[in-house]
């Protein structure tokens, strides 16, 4: 579908002051205030079937105080313009954060992974985006940042309804931060990565649910797990109520049971185009026990 | 006829490299998109958003200049002298809604500007007022309201076509029978999805005639359409397909729409046309495969013998009729299978809906029956308690025996020799003992995987049904130039499968010359006669065989004139058509189909030699199933056919391995979401095809029973492997898990309803 | 073309198959148009418009991409190839084309200048690619002739060639 090119206006800014200064511009005109144009993977889809919203498309490609993954002893950094084949190719991700390569490696395939930004994924707030499970999982904190300044949270608290997010609209997503274990830490040993998107074909597949997960495996127990959900409720989602479940105990078959149970009272999988919630649901429990039993399984010495 | 060895590469039986592959590789073919045409306007087709309702009135909002854009209606057509009308069996589907429309997606209006982004913008600021009427979505529901005439939307009782093919007595067929199985197997709609979009560019000329061109299977079709809609004479109407990528069938009789519209938008205009569909208004306003219903009721001795079969098949065709007679007919012929029963009834009904028509798509009516038999036969063996293969051998047609609409079988057919060949190439028996009791240790462990093996066994028929290729009466032309070159002119599309490398082939088997001294002669009607539509699998089969005749036609009259001696070489055919032509004149040789003799059939009651010959098949699938995520994955496929002769390997497997894939997305991912007549999910992202992460390994094998009626034997084999792979697959999935699924696609969250159900009431059957 | 604003258009700056073009576009302006429709280079093709079929792929700065998700002021100075780039010459064929041709990986053709440019983005990363790699490598390519089976052997054919 042709796009109606006179009701867009787009520039690209050179540095991030320049692209927060025109952030912060509020116009008085129908094309209203600059929207962010990263990787184009979600909003030049709109704009092909004729849905992107007439206005103004601020270009960031170009600016490099938003590109790179630092890594430091304690943590890594994805500044919002890394895209999903930087993420999929980083060695260091490769070996301490699996759940996140994973779901880049799961994202549309190769020429979409080297367009789509982990800043965009998480900015678009589709609820079925595919990288918000796994750093929900990995406790990541985001920085927004604005030239009212610069402030972090803790990613969890960042989506809070259907597309509705923290960021103000003069704020961009600067940089995303994966805490890591160091590597003395007798706690790496014990620790288990889990991501399992379920989507309607093996490649090129919006999710119709996906689990991240994270624990510690200690005896036939699970400490701290850490279960986030994509595609079952109008946000990527933590299940807190059924971490504790799960963490409470033993996990045999009547643990797995109940966290199951507890899990239908806190995840909200709709009807779609795509898939039903009866089967959003039986999966996601599916995908609970899977965990377990992933998580459980010894690790060859 | 020696053929020296450098032109074995290029024969009948090799696999010479595809006559246009250079040019698709390196970009230069040109598809419709690809070609500018100066001072051109594009169109756009505003559609109905509701499923029947009369027109009260058409607004053309603010935001575009109307004054600059080109607006075509139905008054245009009939103002103009001619008909609104898409003539095809009936005329019943007009080409622009008048007063009312009976889908959505019914194109109402065409709009058309030099800007892409204006016509489109202008698209959305025409608002139609409808005054909605009630429509029907249910196939049965419009049966039995067409029946009682409670409520009517097409014709006299809401049915484009019934018809019963009958064998034996059936009643002493349930009396003789020791065991009765029945079900209801249900196939859904499936786009055809070829990759490059419908588009079609019009321009007409100042001797009133029009030139259109486009993406196509069938010429003639669109000019037939066009001489109507217009009331011009044949010579005034010219159609030309362009590099076409993709049809299998969906661009069999649509195509006759857009053009139509293009021809009308630039004759409004004053100036060339084009339409070119983005991928949703594709995928939501043209033809997809019929959906069907199907009973089955059959009657067994229980030592296996088939001794009643019963069958009711229903398809739902949409508001139109376009080709609905047509696939129900193939449909209905194939509902019984490749078997030998006594006493036969099937009962075939096209019904009428609300949905945008329903059209051609690769296998054509047969995959929807064969899913069905092939599905019931497995259920019956497990009745019976005999393996599926088992009950299949005991009831295979034989030579000189009769299928259901009792055709002799005459062309030689020996399935259990195909069944044998396709069970020991996928090591059938062992593993099936083999997942039995893996997923048994399994299902104890908890483990989540299932694995199974499943079989298909069917045919399909080659040509036209029963007379159609009699009515058709194809012409083939072969000429020379001047410079010898040999120029093969058809209405044969190239659409992918292969058809100029095909009749290349042919021309080099048949002349003994060298390939690159044929042309084939780019399909235009203006160049080229009628040999008919690209359906069917015909193309080799009955236009192939013609092109060898006007061939050897060509070559007849050289000898005759003493320009050519036996055993000559391609240089000597080449200088005697090139002395042909300086001392007598130009060279050219016809040919046009002849009904073989003794191929009888009885259009009225539906009985006798339906094809003049079949393509004999086995399907074996091989899957995986996940019981955390209820996917089914495809590990394993075996496709074994016996298609007469292999004209071309590489190109013959590449029909079944493609076949296979779409029918993979036929079994298991292509859902199309219905709400109110209209597809909710047209677009890529949500109408899953597989990738190529989501196929098989596909194992191709051919065995060789050369057919009379096609070039050296060969047979059809495009739709062949639409038929077998969606039963082959469902039968594994059975094998693997237990869980009995009676339609496709069955998706993941169809096998969950299954499992859960299973889970639920665990003794039942 | 539409009538903008001077102010709204963009001169912009391509390298195109080794070849400097310029032209002037809308900066929304969908880079497979522009390829397409103002340079006139209709190798690449439109498929859906929605970054799924993979028939638009070309690369950008080395690296695969779907063209029609791709605004022209994103490409600014870029280096692009497309098919009408791959082969060695006018006369001659490179050797995965060639691979192509002779292994059947093209039926109707409209897949296959993207896919040809996923192979190549496939090979440079994997010069030996295992059948799981090629599978994940061209899954962003749809294809409804082949089944993909004759395009898988036709990359193993051109790693043959090649080495």
Redo the contacts between chains.
Sequence with gaps: ??????E?????ARSLVEALTLLAQNPADARGRWQP?AG??DL??L????KLPAGR?L?L?GVGELHGIDVTPSHVDLRALSTY?DVRDHQVLQREFPSLVQAAIDS?????Q??GTIGGNIANASPAADTPPALLSYDAEIELVSLRGARWLPYAEFHTGYKETKRAPDELIARVRLPRLSSQDPERQQFRHYYRK?G???????SK?CLAGTALAVGGQLVKPRLAFGSVAPMPLRCPRTEEVLAAGPLDAGRIQAAQAMLSEEIRPIDD????A??RL??AQ??L??FVAAALTPRPA | MKISKTLDADAIGSSPPRKEGAAKVTGRAQYIDDLHFADVVHGVTVRSSVARARIRAVHFLPGVPWEQIFVVSAADISDGGGHNAIALIEHDQPCLAGSVVNHQEEAVLLLGHPDRGIAERARNLVKIDYEPLPPIFDMDESLAQGESKAHLIWGANNLFKEFEIQKGDLQAGWAAAEIVCEGDYETGAQEQLYIEPQGMAAEWHSDGSVTVLGSMQCPYYIHKALTHLFGLPDEKVRIIQTETGGGFGGKEEYPSMIAAHAALLARKAGRPAKIIYDRIEDMVATTKRHPSRTRIRTGWLRSGQMVAQDIDFRIDGGAYMTLSPVVLSRGGLHAAGPYVCPNVRVRARAAATNAPPHGAFRGFGAPQSVFAIERHLDEVAAQLGLHPEELRARNFVHDGQTLASSQVVRDHVDMNELLARGLALSDFSRKREEFSLSNRAAQEQRGPKRRGIGLATFMHGCGFTGSGERMLGSVVAVDSDENGRIRIRASSTEIGQGTNTIFTQIAVDTLGIAADLVDVVRPDTAEVPNSGPTVASRTTMVVGRLVAEACQGLRAQLRSAELLAEGHSSADFQRACVEHHRKIGPLRATAQYQPPPNVNWDDKTYRGDAYATYGWAVYIAEVEVDLVTYETRVCDFWAVQEVGKVVHPVLAAGQIEGGVAQAVGYALYEKVVWKEGRMQNGQMTNYIMPTSMDVPRIHVDFAEVPTPFGPRGAKGIGELPMDGTAPAILNAVEHATGLRVRHIPMTPEDLMVAALAAEAAPCSN | MQQLRPAEQLELKLHVNGVSRTCTVHPMARLLDVLREDLRLTGTKEGCGEGECGACAVMVDGKLVCSCLIPALQVQSAQIKTVEGLAPSPESLDAVQRAFIECGGAQCGICTPGMLLAAHALLERHPHPTELQIREGLAGNLCRCTGYTKIFSAIVRACEERS
């Design positions: 579908m042709r796009a109606y090119l006179p867009y206006e787009a520039v690209s144009l184009g993977t030049m889809v704009f092909g079937v004729g498309y270009n490609l084949s549309g395939a190769i020429a979409i080297n367009r379920v309607t074909r093996r490649a090129q597949a919006i649910v185009v795509r898939s039903s009866a089967y039986r999966v599916n995908l026990a899977d």
